[in-house]
Protein backbone atom coordinates (compact mmCIF):
# COMPACT_ATOMS: atom_id res chain seq x y z
CA UNK A 1 0.00 0.00 0.00
CA UNK A 2 0.95 3.37 -0.59
CA UNK A 3 2.94 5.03 2.54
CA UNK A 4 0.84 8.13 2.61
CA UNK A 5 -1.62 10.49 0.94
CA UNK A 6 1.40 12.08 -1.10
CA UNK A 7 1.93 8.79 -3.12
CA UNK A 8 -1.45 7.91 -4.41
CA UNK A 9 -2.20 8.13 -8.14
CA UNK A 10 -2.73 11.73 -9.99
CA UNK A 11 -5.96 11.07 -10.45
CA UNK A 12 -6.93 11.30 -6.46
CA UNK A 13 -7.49 14.59 -5.60
CA UNK A 14 -8.35 17.26 -2.95
CA UNK A 15 -11.94 17.06 -2.57
CA UNK A 16 -13.09 19.98 -0.11
CA UNK A 17 -11.67 21.74 3.25
CA UNK A 18 -13.99 22.30 6.13
CA UNK A 19 -17.11 20.06 6.16
CA UNK A 20 -18.19 18.29 9.27
CA UNK A 21 -16.66 14.89 10.32
CA UNK A 22 -16.62 13.11 13.69
CA UNK A 23 -12.60 13.70 14.22
CA UNK A 24 -13.43 17.27 13.43
CA UNK A 25 -12.89 19.52 10.51
CA UNK A 26 -11.84 17.99 7.30
CA UNK A 27 -9.18 19.18 5.69
CA UNK A 28 -8.70 16.45 2.56
CA UNK A 29 -11.25 14.33 1.47
CA UNK A 30 -10.39 11.45 -1.37
CA UNK A 31 -13.06 9.97 -3.32
CA UNK A 32 -12.74 6.50 -3.75
CA UNK A 33 -15.91 6.10 -5.67
CA UNK A 34 -19.22 7.35 -5.41
CA UNK A 35 -20.14 7.71 -2.29
CA UNK A 36 -17.13 6.82 -0.64
CA UNK A 37 -14.50 9.39 0.74
CA UNK A 38 -11.26 9.11 2.75
CA UNK A 39 -11.42 11.80 4.89
CA UNK A 40 -8.88 13.44 6.88
CA UNK A 41 -8.87 15.93 9.42
CA UNK A 42 -6.05 17.43 11.80
CA UNK A 43 -6.20 14.27 14.11
CA UNK A 44 -7.54 11.39 13.10
CA UNK A 45 -9.99 10.36 9.92
CA UNK A 46 -11.88 7.72 8.10
CA UNK A 47 -13.92 6.75 5.05
CA UNK A 48 -17.27 8.21 4.98
CA UNK A 49 -19.53 6.16 3.25
CA UNK A 50 -23.17 8.04 1.77
CA UNK A 51 -26.23 6.42 3.67
CA UNK A 52 -27.74 4.99 0.54
CA UNK A 53 -24.68 3.31 -0.50
CA UNK A 54 -23.88 1.76 2.75
CA UNK A 55 -27.20 0.28 2.76
CA UNK A 56 -26.93 -1.26 -0.80
CA UNK A 57 -23.41 -2.59 0.04
CA UNK A 58 -22.43 -3.05 3.77
CA UNK A 59 -24.07 -5.92 6.39
CA UNK A 60 -26.47 -4.22 8.66
CA UNK A 61 -23.97 -5.90 11.34
CA UNK A 62 -20.99 -3.38 9.60
CA UNK A 63 -23.37 -0.25 9.76
CA UNK A 64 -23.68 -0.71 13.39
CA UNK A 65 -20.61 -0.84 14.42
CA UNK A 66 -19.95 2.70 12.28
CA UNK A 67 -20.82 6.30 13.65
CA UNK A 68 -23.98 7.29 11.68
CA UNK A 69 -24.54 10.63 10.87
CA UNK A 70 -24.72 13.92 8.62
CA UNK A 71 -26.37 11.21 6.22
CA UNK A 72 -23.55 9.13 6.59
CA UNK A 73 -21.81 6.18 7.86
CA UNK A 74 -18.62 7.02 9.35
CA UNK A 75 -15.72 4.36 10.01
CA UNK A 76 -12.52 5.59 11.37
CA UNK A 77 -9.11 4.73 10.00
CA UNK A 78 -7.06 2.81 12.65
CA UNK A 79 -9.55 -0.06 13.06
CA UNK A 80 -12.66 0.13 11.52
CA UNK A 81 -12.16 0.84 8.49
CA UNK A 82 -10.91 -2.44 8.27
CA UNK A 83 -14.58 -3.81 8.27
CA UNK A 84 -16.24 -1.77 6.00
CA UNK A 85 -12.88 -2.95 3.34
CA UNK A 86 -13.21 -6.37 4.16
CA UNK A 87 -17.02 -6.08 2.94
CA UNK A 88 -16.02 -4.05 -0.05
CA UNK A 89 -12.19 -4.64 -0.90
CA UNK A 90 -12.70 -3.00 -4.39
CA UNK A 91 -12.52 0.53 -2.14
CA UNK A 92 -9.17 -0.38 -1.38
CA UNK A 93 -7.48 -0.63 -5.25
CA UNK A 94 -6.85 3.07 -5.40
CA UNK A 95 -4.48 2.67 -2.14
CA UNK A 96 -2.29 -0.49 -3.76
CA UNK A 97 0.36 -0.49 -5.92
CA UNK A 98 -0.31 -1.29 -9.69
CA UNK A 99 0.17 -5.23 -9.34
CA UNK A 100 -0.88 -5.40 -5.49
CA UNK A 101 -3.42 -7.85 -4.04
CA UNK A 102 -6.23 -6.81 -1.98
CA UNK A 103 -4.74 -7.32 1.48
CA UNK A 104 -7.83 -8.87 2.92
CA UNK A 105 -5.49 -10.98 5.71
CA UNK A 106 -4.38 -7.80 6.96
CA UNK A 107 -8.45 -6.41 7.50
CA UNK A 108 -9.13 -10.27 8.73
CA UNK A 109 -6.48 -9.76 11.41
CA UNK A 110 -7.52 -5.79 12.16
CA UNK A 111 -11.02 -7.65 12.50
CA UNK A 112 -9.83 -10.56 15.00
CA UNK A 113 -8.02 -7.91 16.89
CA UNK A 114 -10.54 -5.48 17.57
CA UNK A 115 -13.74 -6.58 16.61
CA UNK A 116 -13.59 -10.47 17.24
CA UNK A 117 -17.82 -10.34 17.59
CA UNK A 118 -18.14 -9.07 14.67
CA UNK A 119 -16.08 -12.32 13.15
CA UNK A 120 -18.55 -14.68 15.31
CA UNK A 121 -21.76 -13.14 14.02
CA UNK A 122 -20.81 -13.40 10.63
CA UNK A 123 -19.88 -16.78 11.08
CA UNK A 124 -16.02 -16.20 10.16
CA UNK A 125 -15.16 -17.83 13.07
CA UNK A 126 -16.99 -19.92 15.83
CA UNK A 127 -15.45 -18.34 19.36
CA UNK A 128 -13.75 -15.45 20.49
CA UNK A 129 -9.88 -16.04 20.12
CA UNK A 130 -8.09 -14.94 23.15
CA UNK A 131 -6.44 -11.41 22.26
CA UNK A 132 -2.76 -12.00 22.18
CA UNK A 133 -1.23 -8.78 23.95
CA UNK A 134 2.19 -7.02 22.99
CA UNK A 135 5.25 -7.62 24.54
Known amino acids: M ?10 WYPEY ?3 WSPWGSTQQAYVICRGVRLVSTASH ?3 K ?3 KLAEKTLSVLARSYAIHANGAYWFEEDCLCAMAYYE ?3 WM ?3 LEPNESLPLETCLKTLQMY ?8 GLVTNIPPQVLPE
Request: charged content about 20%; aromatic content about 12%; overall charge positive.
Open 2 to 11: YANTSEIPQK
Open 17 to 19: KGP
Open 45 to 47: GGL
Open 49 to 51: ISE
Open 88 to 90: QPS
Open 93 to 95: KPF
Open 115 to 122: YPEYLVQR
